[in-house]
């Protein structure tokens, strides 16, 4: 079957990749819950350079 895990997979991404590491900080985070903010827009504000402003950093 085309789901199965091959061997050795542990079934997650690739933890170098840019998404994922912005999904481990969004959640670890809690930016939703924080800032009402949704995973797409703040994954757009941190390619753009804006999310510094919205939390007030640097």
Do not use: C
Not at 8 to 30: C, H, M, S, T, W
Not at 33 to 47: D, L
């Amino acid at each position: 079957m085309l789901n199965e895990p091959r061997p050795g997979d542990d079934g997650y991404a690739n933890p170098e990749d840019l998404i994922e590491q912005l999904g481990e900080k969004f959640v670890r985070l809690g930016i939703k819950e924080k800032y009402g903010i949704e995973f797409a827009p703040f994954v757009r504000m941190n390619e753009i350079g804006t999310w510094e402003s919205v939390v007030n950093v640097g």
